[in-house]
């Protein structure tokens, strides 16, 4: 009930497409869905968040799809650029703690 | 400091040897995490503080793992006995107060472990 299931495990997208990462849970205990940016030898660093009363945030390029019935929620990066070119991590966190259940994580290439 | 720091940045030991992991968070931080990450996996919650004290070790995986943080900032995370299976990255992370709020998380660098 703890997991949080992301796919793909990889993704390779030519510049300027758009990237697609997807998550799924189980545990209605979790009250907030962040996405982290990982870069090699790096720790991982928020990119955007959304709560679980909200269906969709957007900041720049990156959009989050929220789907609380489905107990799903989606990364989207729009005109994806090699300086896209991570491992992205969903996770999702029990309000009583802070802790943050991760996703598997995805790494992306972006080609130029 | 500007964001956490942790050192060292590498630990290699043997089998059995005991080592201790520093978390440096940002000041004012009143809650403290820990992650171990294997390689290719996400973050594995394995403590948190809230303060001095460990409000949540439940992802600590057995008794070889101890971590404190006895004056509220500063924390070491300590491992007896180590195994080759102890062989990760370490993270730590903090925020500002942990709960409600959403109070972001950021993470330092980590440090790698590597167990021989």
């Known amino acids: 009930q703890q997991q949080v299931k992301q796919s793909p495990q990889s993704l390779i997208v030519q510049k300027g497409g758009i990237s697609i990462i997807n998550c799924a849970y189980e545990n209605t205990a979790f009250d907030y869905f962040p996405w982290y940016q990982q870069f090699p030898g790096k720790g991982p660093a928020l990119l955007i968040a959304i709560r679980p009363d909200v269906s969709e945030k957007k900041e720049g390029r990156f959009t989050i799809s929220f789907n609380k019935s489905a107990k799903q929620f989606s990364l989207h990066i729009m005109d994806s650029q090699p300086g896209d070119s991570a491992t992205y991590f969903c996770?999702?966190?029990?309000?009583?703690?802070?802790?943050?259940?991760f996703g598997q994580g995805t790494t992306l290439q972006v080609k130029p | 400091g500007a964001g956490v720091s942790q050192t060292p940045s590498n630990k290699v030991t043997e089998k059995g040897k005991y080592v201790e992991l520093r978390c440096d968070p940002i000041s004012g931080h009143t809650a403290l995490y820990w992650y171990r990450q294997s390689l290719g996996q996400g973050p594995e919650f394995l403590i948190y503080f809230q303060g001095t004290g460990a409000a949540d070790d439940s992802g600590l995986p057995n008794d070889r793992f101890f971590a404190v943080r006895p004056e509220g900032s500063v924390s070491t995370l300590k491992i007896q006995r180590t195994e080759r299976g102890d062989s990760a990255v370490y993270l730590c992370a903090s925020s500002p107060s942990g709960t409600g709020a959403y109070n972001e998380q950021f993470f330092g660098p980590g440090t790698r472990l590597t167990v021989l």
């Open positions: 996770a999702a966190r029990f309000g009583n703690t802070g802790k943050l259940i």
